[in-house]
């Protein structure tokens, strides 16, 4: 039987789902602006990689690992 989730846990499982759910919309969105022209290929990698990714990757990294419970 599994344990339940304490509250720490699931606030980092909301976090990492909402990051990468923002890292493929920006993705998403980078792709149509480079297919509709308004960006080259490489804006749209470098734009991806600044807003997608790296705000996201930040804020994982700065939280606080959940207190182990002994």
């Known amino acids: 039987m599994q344990k339940p989730q304490s509250r720490p846990e ?7 789902t909402a990051a990468v759910a923002w890292m493929l919309l920006v993705q998403l969105g980078c792709v149509l602006l480079w ?10 990698l470098l ?3 600044v ?5 996201p ?3 994982l990294w700065g939280m606080q690992p959940p207190a182990e419970a002994n």
């Open 57 to 59: 990757a930040l804020a």
């Open 35 to 44: 297919d509709g022209g308004w960006l080259t290929r490489q804006a749209a």
């Open 10 to 16: 699931q606030m980092e499982i909301r976090a990492l």
């Open 47 to 49: 734009h991806w990689l």
């Open 51 to 55: 807003v997608g990714v790296l705000p």
